[in-house]
Every structure is written in structure tokens, then in C-alpha cells.
């Protein structure tokens, strides 16, 4: 599915067409809509540069409980911890 935003909403809003993309991805991955590395490939950049991106925006990544417990079975099974 394409989505189709015409070019009077993207001249109101004062962005290019990539930034305006930009923050659409940015704003999906804080209502958490999508993931960060959903969000990654979108934008065609790696998990750090995004990580760094919301960084300097001062969004907060999205990491509970379950997920530190996730990586740290997968940092024990590769033998890394």
C-alpha cells in the first residue's frame, strides 16, 4: 500500500518530503506503532544512527523488563556474558 500525501500538506508543513517521512516514522515509533528497527529500516539507516537521531531529539527508547531479559539470554547464548 502507497500512501499519498498531497503537496499542500507537505508545503504547510515547512519540511521536504524526506523530513516530513522523517517524522512520520519518528512519531510512529514513540506511539509505539512501529519498532526501532522497523523504524531503522524505514529511514534506510542502521539501529545506532536511529538510536542517535532520537537521542539528540531527546525521545527515550523503548526498553522494558522483557526485552533486557531477551538480550541477555541471547548475550548468554553467544557466550558474551
Given at each position: 500500500?502507497?500512501?499519498?500525501?498531497?503537496d499542500e500538506i507537505v508545503?504547510?508543513?515547512g519540511l521536504s518530503e524526506?523530513?516530513?517521512?522523517?517524522?512520520?516514522?519518528?512519531?510512529?515509533?514513540?506511539?509505539?506503532?512501529?519498532?526501532?528497527?522497523?523504524?531503522?529500516?524505514?529511514?534506510?539507516?542502521?539501529?545506532?544512527?536511529?538510536?542517535?537521531?532520537?537521542?539528540?531529539?531527546?525521545?527515550?527508547v523503548h526498553y522494558d523488563?522483557?526485552?533486557?531479559?531477551?538480550?541477555?539470554?541471547?548475550?548468554?547464548?553467544?557466550?558474551?556474558?
Open positions: 500500500m502507497s500512501l499519498i500525501i498531497s508545503k504547510a508543513s524526506d523530513e516530513l517521512f522523517l517524522e512520520i516514522v519518528l512519531l510512529l515509533f514513540q506511539q509505539d506503532k512501529i519498532s526501532l528497527g522497523k523504524a531503522a529500516e524505514l529511514l534506510n539507516m542502521s539501529q545506532i544512527r536511529f538510536q542517535r537521531l532520537m537521542a539528540d531529539r531527546g525521545i527515550c523488563v522483557a526485552e533486557l531479559q531477551e538480550d541477555i539470554q541471547h548475550l548468554t547464548a553467544k557466550g558474551w556474558l
